[in-house]
């Protein structure tokens, strides 16, 4: 796709990658980018296998199909890693996004393979720390925007924290938590990205 960027998400049931990727798609989308946000419908069920996608792109977008040769992958948890196969047609200059506290070494042996980006962001302490449970999607969220660049970061934390504002307006406590994660997150995968580049 010129222009764009197609990205895939791997999460369970109940995780929140879904509303991740809708998440992505509208604040892409108030910065003025054309976007698709939608999963992919299979058994519902609390902790079953669950894909979702976007397609953000500056200009219209005339695909309507799923997701096959993604430019990003967003792996929510990591246990997926063992039973599906995450990285299939996911493009070498791409990246692929995990949620462990593992390290990329630790990870490698079970991405088939894969020559291209890999990214390890410990979501599960994040979120703990700030939410006080275990919401990956949140920093996952961040760990996306920051990796693909698919807006500025400013752009992306004032978009977020309106929609929260707006999505948890008599919950004031759960806008800082989430926030918190948003940018703990964001800041970590730059941190790695500065010591890849450094090493």
Known sequence: MKNGMEIRWHGRGGQGAKTAALLLADVAFKTGQNVQGFPEYGPERMGAPITAYNRISRD???????????????VVDETLLYSVDVTAGLKRNGAIIINTAKSKEEVLPYLKGYKGKVITVDARSIS?????KNFPNTPM???????????EKHEFINEMKASFQHKFA?????IEGNMKALEMAYDAVEAAEAMSLSA
């Open 60 to 74: 219209k977008i005339r695909v309507h199909s799923n997701i096959y040769t993604p430019d990003f992958v967003v």
């Open 141 to 151: 969220l961040a760990a996306a925007v920051a990796v693909s660049g698919v807006m």
């Open 128 to 132: 703990e720390e700030t939410l006080g």
């Open 170 to 174: 008599k919950k004031p406590e759960v």
